[in-house]
């Protein structure tokens, strides 16, 4: 078996992932920084290859987005607004040359707390696609991230695509970064929200993520529950809302700097949603 292998059809792909141990490459933004000055040893099956990867379809049932899909991709695709938070997060992704290299899926496949897609695509209620010989599997985003840089991906699968159901009908997305510059930044503190509003701007449906202030990003459900019927502008920020979060010290904030900063950041997200 050569240590690097492209294939140009995903069954190919899909017959040595059932074959062997191999490292999943598609940007590779991730992959190439994590190994600076160190030889690449594991045995890699880069992606790029299968053109059918990368694209972004509209179906009855919502949207799919291929494991290819690029930042830049989803910054130039005409999608409904609650993709507004997605689309926002995507022009903080690094500089442009990352942009147009990095996927989404690279992002949740490589699972950091700080993956500035992952609160975005919860508040879109985003289900992951994987494929193995075996067949396809379905999960939610939050079934498949287990933690800090652990997935529910078994060896012999790929994330063929992301699955994003019709928002509904008046639904705005929103999303609000908090690092020690504008653009390229690890998030400190980040929040990805979907609203969904009647004709008198009263919530109908919210939908509400914060990452990098615990191990997988989370969504606040009791939070969403008690905002439904509110003007986003009246909404209050309660500590029992955020009980589920639990930020870290590390170099970029202490852990009490982001409990400190989560309510406010919170309060900007949902009421700049439109």
Same mark, same amino acid.
């Given at each position: 078996?050569?240590?690097?292998?492209?294939?140009?059809?995903?069954?190919?792909?899909?017959?040595?992932?059932?074959?062997?141990?191999?490292?999943?490459?598609?940007g590779?933004?991730?992959?190439?920084?994590?190994?600076?000055?160190?030889?690449?040893?594991?045995?890699?099956?880069?992606?790029?290859?299968?053109?059918?990867?990368?694209s972004?379809q509209?179906?009855?049932?919502?949207?799919?987005?291929?494991?290819?899909?690029?930042?830049?991709?989803i910054?130039?695709?005409?999608?409904p607004?609650?993709?507004?938070?997605?689309?926002?997060?995507?022009?903080?992704?690094?500089?442009?040359?990352?942009?147009?290299?990095?996927?989404?899926?690279?992002?949740?496949?490589?699972?950091?707390p700080?993956?500035?897609? #992952?609160?975005? $695509?919860?508040?879109? *209620?985003?289900?992951?696609? %994987? !494929?193995?010989?075996? @067949?396809?599997?379905?999960?939610?985003?939050?079934?498949?991230?287990?933690?800090?840089?652990?997935t529910?991906k078994?060896?012999?699968?790929?994330?063929?695509?992301?699955?994003?159901?019709?928002?509904?009908?008046?639904?705005?997305?929103?999303?609000?970064?908090?690092?020690?510059?504008?653009?390229?930044?690890?998030?400190?503190?980040?929040?990805?929200? #979907?609203?969904? $509003?009647?004709?008198? *701007?009263?919530?109908?449906n %919210? !939908?509400?993520?914060? @990452?990098?202030?615990?191990?997988?990003?989370?969504?606040?459900?009791?939070?969403?529950?008690?905002?439904?019927?509110?003007?986003?502008?009246?909404?209050?920020?309660?500590?029992?809302?955020?009980?589920?979060?639990?930020p870290?010290?590390?170099?970029?904030?202490?852990?009490?700097?982001?409990?400190?900063?989560?309510?406010?950041?919170?309060?900007?997200?949902?009421t700049?949603?439109?």
């Amino acid at each position: 078996m050569l240590k690097y292998f492209r294939p140009d059809k995903l069954e190919d792909a899909l017959v040595a992932l059932s074959e062997y141990p191999l490292t999943l490459l598609a940007g590779g933004t991730d992959f190439y920084p994590a190994r600076v000055g160190k030889p690449i040893t594991e045995k890699v099956l880069d992606l790029t290859g299968i053109q059918g990867l990368r694209s972004i379809q509209q179906t009855d049932e919502g949207f799919s987005l291929g494991a290819l899909t690029t930042w830049t991709d989803i910054i130039q695709a005409e999608l409904p607004s609650a993709f507004d938070g997605l689309k926002k997060a995507a022009k903080t992704i690094g500089g442009i040359q990352t942009q147009n290299a990095g996927t989404l899926c690279g992002n949740i496949c490589n699972a950091s707390p700080a993956a500035d897609s #992952v609160p975005n $695509l919860m508040a879109l *209620d985003a289900k992951v696609e %994987l !494929k193995s010989m075996q @067949g396809i599997r379905t999960l939610s985003l939050e079934e498949f991230i287990l933690g800090n840089r652990k997935t529910a991906k078994k060896q012999d699968e790929l994330v063929s695509n992301i699955f994003v159901p019709h928002p509904g009908k008046n639904a705005f997305g929103n999303f609000e970064k908090l690092g020690i510059r504008a653009y390229l930044v690890i998030s400190i503190v980040m929040v990805g929200v #979907v609203a969904e $509003l009647n004709e008198q *701007d009263e919530i109908l449906n %919210l !939908k509400v993520a914060v @990452g990098a202030c615990s191990p997988v990003a989370q969504r606040l459900r009791l939070l969403e529950k008690e905002c439904v019927g509110q003007r986003l502008k009246s909404i209050e920020i309660h500590p029992k809302h955020l009980e589920l979060l639990d930020p870290i010290d590390d170099v970029r904030a202490s852990a009490n700097y982001r409990n400190a900063v989560v309510p406010e950041l919170l309060k900007r997200a949902i009421t700049g949603v439109v």
